[in-house]
């Protein structure tokens, strides 16, 4: 079974803290992204990587930074967490063209208090 | 830019009543199209989808097509359950350079037994 797995369910984080959101996917593919799904404003897209070491902004990527050194390895940072900053965190990937579809995981609610 | 657009929610029905949830999109190019469901505490799963016009995606009794005469890709079941009850996305893939996915504000489906 197709999987993308993210760190941790939960996490709880003080202001000002550094985070690391991990994110890692078994179906060796090319495009990796990182989503904020927020009530009433949908998903929105932060940071997206094409390929290894590759990475593009992406809608709202304010406050955050990403990394990716394998393929199969994609992680957000929040170099100085902020309350703002709570939310519900999805990493997804998926295949190279139009038709290939996003697989999620299971999402990360983050609280920065 | 591209765009989706969905109806707001929450929409309540009674269980075996007939569902329509409203997608319509702003698109340059030959975007496919998607419908993602989420269930509470989970991420997203694809429902369907369409690479193409007049393409219908079809799974667990959902329906959309692919109209880009009207560009619409409204989701519909005939009988809906009350496991249905979740967020419905409806989402096109843009191809600027790479690939990502842009997504609407989600649709909440609750059915009442």
């Known amino acids: 079974d197709v999987k993308v797995t993210q760190s941790s369910r939960y996490l709880v984080k003080r202001t000002g803290e550094k985070v690391f959101l991990e994110c890692v996917q078994d179906?060796?593919?090319?495009?990796m992204f990182w989503y904020r799904q927020d009530p009433g404003l949908g998903l929105r897209l932060i940071y997206f990587s094409y390929d290894v070491k590759m990475k593009e902004k992406g809608d709202i990527p304010e406050g955050y930074s990403v990394s990716r050194e394998k393929k199969e390895r994609f992680s957000l940072i929040l170099e100085s967490a902020s309350t703002n900053q709570t939310s519900m965190y999805l990493c997804a990937s998926s295949g190279v063209g139009g038709a290939s579809e996003a697989f999620f995981g299971q999402g990360t609610r983050l609280t920065v208090v | 830019g591209n765009s989706v657009t969905q109806m707001e929610g929450p929409v309540t029905l009674s269980e075996e009543a007939f569902l329509t949830i409203n997608c319509t999109y702003t698109a340059t190019g030959y975007p496919s199209l998607f419908w993602y469901v989420q269930y509470p505490g989970e991420g997203l799963q694809l429902l369907l989808k369409a690479t193409k016009a007049d393409d219908k995606g079809s799974n667990k009794g959902f329906e959309a097509t692919y109209r880009k005469e009207t560009t619409s890709f409204h989701l519909e079941k005939g009988s809906v359950q009350v496991s249905d009850s979740a967020v419905y996305f409806c989402?096109?893939?843009?191809?600027?350079?790479?690939?990502?996915?842009?997504f609407g504000t989600g649709t909440r489906l609750k059915v009442l037994a």
């Open positions: 179906m060796d593919h090319e495009n």
């Open positions: 989402a096109l893939s843009d191809w600027s350079g790479t690939y990502k996915y842009i």
